[in-house]
């Protein structure tokens, strides 16, 4: 399930960004920019799976009295109990629970970034890439699967992210443009 949202973005999905009924997920973007992408139908089952696994957890945490997951400060003090909520755990949680030096709080974080680094790297070498692959490789497939099913570019601009059309412009290189009339060797005419 974490090679699907492989991007290090992805670990920090919280149980709010899903939202099931209408199929979509809203990402967090750099500079505080969110937008949403859809969800495919076919992993619904899987994202319910690991939602009820998150939901499990959470119990288990709140009935151990744990403090709850980290917040940004500014959110943690205006809603202090937000932390407990489930709402806000995180949709790929670590394993184990985090002790804050100095006081006696257990809080819960997100998988560290090595856990799909390491995922991806075995996935890689399994399937016998020849390609280096990162992360950040599944934003560019993104991007080019969309150009090759003839989504227009400003779509994807806004999917992506971008704020400047040139920088969604830059994938148009990996997909070949196809005419209505191919061009053909002078020898087939």
């Known amino acids: 399930?974490?090679?699907?949202?492989?991007?290090?973005?992805?670990?920090?999905l919280r149980v709010q960004n899903f939202n099931l009924d209408d199929g979509i997920l809203t990402v967090h973007g750099k500079g505080d920019k969110d937008r949403t992408v859809p969800l495919p139908q076919k992993l619904i089952p899987k994202i319910k799976t690991q939602l009820d696994f998150v939901s499990k957890l959470h119990d288990k945490d709140l009935a151990a009295g744990y403090t709850g997951t980290f917040l940004v400060?500014?959110?943690?003090k205006k809603h202090p109990s937000a932390a407990r909520e489930f709402i806000w755990q995180w949709f790929f949680p670590q394993r184990e629970l985090t002790s804050i030096p100095?006081?006696?709080?257990h809080r819960?974080?997100?998988?560290?970034?090595?856990?799909?680094?390491h995922a991806l790297k075995q996935a890689a070498r399994h399937a016998k890439l020849t390609k280096r692959v990162k992360t950040h490789t599944f934003r560019h497939s993104y991007a080019t699967h969309l150009l090759q099913a003839n989504y227009d570019i400003r779509t994807i601009q806004t999917m992506l992210g971008h704020t400047d059309v040139r920088t969604t412009?830059?994938?148009?290189?990996?997909?070949?443009?196809?005419?209505?009339k191919e061009a053909k060797s002078p020898l087939d005419f």
């Not at 399930?1 to 920090?12: D, E, K, P, Q, W």
């Not at 100095?102 to 709080?105: A, D, F, P, R, V």
Request: charged fraction near 20%; proline fraction near 2%.
């Open 102 to 105: 100095g006081t006696k709080e």
């Open 73 to 76: 400060d500014s959110l943690e």
């Open 108 to 117: 819960r974080y997100h998988l560290h970034e090595s856990h799909v680094q």
């Open 169 to 180: 412009m830059i994938y148009t290189h990996c997909v070949p443009s196809k005419t209505v």
């Open 1 to 12: 399930m974490a090679m699907v949202f492989a991007s290090l973005r992805g670990l920090s």
